[in-house]
């Protein structure tokens, strides 16, 4: 997996999407297996709002740039 990604609609025959996490590599571990981390693109998802409004507990914050997924803050 290299990104996480939000479609956000479609033009014609061609989804629209927008990257919300993107893997950023480091390196490679002793098995050639990639190392790094998912970090955020500092998109705010379009279903972010529906998401909280059904009660899921998410901090807007994780959005913004420099999070990086794999470290925390």
């Given at each position: 997996?290299?990104?996480?990604m939000e479609?956000?609609?479609?033009?014609?025959?061609?989804?629209?999407?927008?990257?919300?996490?993107?893997?950023?590599?480091?390196?490679?571990?002793?098995?050639?297996?990639?190392?790094?981390?998912?970090?955020?693109?500092?998109?705010?998802?379009k279903l972010?709002?529906?998401?909280?409004?059904?009660?899921?507990?998410?901090?807007?914050?994780?959005?913004?740039?420099?999070?990086?997924?794999?470290?925390?803050?």
């Amino acid at each position: 997996m290299t990104c996480i990604m939000e479609i956000t609609g479609m033009e014609k025959d061609t989804l629209l999407t927008q990257d919300i996490f993107r893997f950023r590599q480091t390196g490679l571990d002793r098995d050639g297996n990639a190392v790094g981390a998912f970090e955020a693109c500092g998109v705010r998802p379009k279903l972010l709002d529906r998401i909280l409004r059904e009660g899921c507990t998410l901090d807007p914050a994780i959005f913004a740039k420099p999070f990086n997924a794999g470290h925390g803050r």
